[in-house]
């Protein structure tokens, strides 16, 4: 192998590496981080759907959950449609539990 074909080959590896560090890594991470919060859904609580549709979990069976987002309103969605769990927020089903919520009603004046 002459110098020039050495050069091209560790440009190639530094190449591969920094690929791997920049996107493939965290990208495993993040993954592995929402199968955790997958794996850890709870009655109660509050969550948001990929789709931007804010709910609480009322049920699941399998790979579904069923959402109360309004008042007498569910939607039953896969499991892999939860992007995120809101904290502090978690509300009663019926059977009794704990209500806290981050939200405050404002108060008008009129």
């Known amino acids: ?24 890594r965290p990208q495993t991470r993040e993954r592995r981080r929402w199968e955790q919060m997958i794996a850890g859904l709870k009655r109660g609580q509050a969550v948001v759907t990929r789709g931007g549709i804010h709910g609480v979990i009322t049920d699941m ?11 007498n309103v569910e939607i039953t969605l896969s499991k892999s449609a939860i992007a995120e769990v809101e904290k502090g927020k978690v509300e009663t089903i019926a059977g009794g539990g704990r209500k806290t919520s981050g939200r405050k009603k404002e108060e008008t004046n009129g």
């Not at 091209?8 to 590496?17: A, K, N, P, Q, Y």
């Not at 069976?61 to 008042?71: G, I, K, M, Q, T």
């Open 1 to 24: 192998m002459n110098g020039q074909s050495l050069s091209s080959l560790l440009v190639l590896v530094g190449f591969l590496i920094f690929f791997w560090l920049v996107i493939i």
């Open 61 to 71: 069976r399998d790979n579904l959950v069923r959402l109360r987002v309004a008042e």
